[in-house]
């Protein structure tokens, strides 16, 4: 079966760390860009950080840039999230997503494969 099946997430305060995890299943993660994509209740879906397969540039969303940090691993088909200092704004349902290289950062051009999304909650 082809998919992206999520992990990690959960209640964290304010300050703590996560981490994301994203496994594709069914075919190779190597050719594909890697996205993290998130969205909070009412608000449209924003991209978090990226990576490219081909020579693992990344990008970062100004609001978490210093503060999280996008990594994959092809040998295993996984991709992660890791999430620092972590902010009550960054509570929102995180999803990985896929698509072909050179894709910009934008929740609306990742449209290969989408990971069944994983809940934040950044709380005192």
């Known amino acids: 079966q082809v998919q992206l099946v999520q992990s990690g997430g959960g209640l964290v305060q304010p300050g703590g760390s996560l981490r994301l995890s994203c496994q594709a299943s069914?075919?190779?993660?190597?050719?594909?860009?890697i996205g993290w994509f998130r969205q909070a209740p009412g608000k449209e879906r924003e991209a978090v950080s990226c990576?490219?397969?081909?020579?693992?540039?990344?990008y970062y969303a100004d609001s978490v840039k210093g503060r999280f940090t996008v990594t994959r691993d092809n040998a295993k088909d996984m991709a992660f999230l890791q999430m620092n200092s972590l902010r009550p704004e960054d509570t929102a349902v995180y999803y990985c997503?896929?698509?072909?290289?050179?894709?910009?950062?934008?929740?609306?051009?990742?449209?290969?494969?989408w990971g069944q999304g994983t809940q934040v909650t950044v709380s005192s």
């Open positions: 990576i490219s397969s081909e020579d693992g540039i990344t």
């Open positions: 997503a896929t698509d072909w290289p050179r894709t910009p950062c934008e929740a609306s051009l990742f449209d290969d494969y």
């Open positions: 069914g075919f190779t993660l190597a050719i594909y860009d």
